[in-house]
């Protein structure tokens, strides 16, 4: 495709968003809920056909020498496509937040002032791989009342363009606009470079990618950014803490899935508690094949762990996102030092404390800067759908507007309302 039909085809898909975006705005959420049920009814119905399309994209994907984890990210099985029909269902039986209406207070002069919740407008979704973020984004996108456009990636384009074409008949079922939900059809790069320089259009642009995507994302667009760019997340085990449990939520935070953003990159231990906990841990790891790259204390004390695979951690261990069988472990004095490390290396996604003390666990949730902090528990719960958000867009790191999983009241914003009785300004 040629950049003047490239740029022609991102403007007439930006402006059919906008006045779809009016129209889903003034939806009822009976409509909304209708759509919703209708999108998992249709997953549930086409899951041979969806095979047929997703098929070609593996095809394409082995064919071209993709790695078999990525090439099993592609994948449209019936469990993976059972998973979002019920996505679809959870959103369509969650409350409805879209014009209420918080905070309403009386003012001295006689009027109340309160926040109503309401829609961004158009948000633009950039994605890699995994097909069913279509479904997640399309079916967060109607239950807050936007509309988006969809930029899957081009390794999973007929499989794209099938969920897509779901969702605008689920849509249409519902009485919605077709325009609500948008895919770019084209896999041409330069797409992605129009839609995050298109304001008049676009509200907000969500990459969910690897760095490099969202690097480039947030270099070059000239619409907000809801990003985040890398999960280092820390688990500090504190003095005092319950060793067993510290065992426990450690070895969970680091090896229940080794490739999510949530998983633990680096294990901080407090000198106190050091030389009974790192020798338990550590064959927990050594068990499991986890290299640990860690100070020369811990080392120390890890060495002497059978089968243990241990190394020096360089200045970089420290600042590194393995998504791997690694994990960075260092001995600090206590909570100052823990948090001081956090604020310096971490990525500001999730960082968790173990500790039996209550004014550490207060003080680690105050003074750690990040977007979900954590006590007693595993670093992998910091997700959309264990939150209790029905489902997710993604994870923020950003301060401003959303933080954290970005389920449905991370796409709304809030307005004033004033209600008055012909009040005057003296």
Known sequence: MNATSTSELMNTLGSQAKAASALMAKAGAATKVKALRELARLLRENVAPLQVENAKDLERARAAGLAEPMVDRLKLSP?????????????AAMPDIIGEIMGMKQQPSGIRVGQMRVPIGVFGMIYESRPNVTIEAASLSIKSGNACILRGGSEAIDSNRALAALVQQALVAAGLPAD???????????????LITMPQYVDVIIPRGGKGLIERISAEAKVPVIKHLDGNCHT?????????????????????????????????VARGVAAEFLPKIGAVYAAKGVEMRGCPEALAILAAVPGAHVTTASEQDWSEEYLAPVVSVKLVDGVDEAIAHINRYSSHHTDAILTTDHVHAQRFLREVDSASVMVNASTRFADGFEYGLGA???????????????????LTSLKYVVLGEGEIRT
């Open 79 to 91: 469990k993976v496509l059972e998973t979002c029909a019920e996505g679809c269902e959870q959103l």
């Open 180 to 194: 609500a939900v948008q895919l770019v059809p084209t896999t041409d790069r330069a797409a992605v470079g129009q």
């Open 236 to 268: 500090y085990v504190d003095d005092p803490c319950d060793i067993a449990m510290a065992v426990k939520v450690a070895d969970n935070a680091k090896t229940q899935k080794y490739s999510p953003c949530n998983a633990t990159e680096s294990l901080l």
């Open 392 to 410: 997710e867009i993604g994870i923020s790191t950003d301060k401003f507007h959303a933080r954290g999983p970005v389920g449905v009241e991370g």
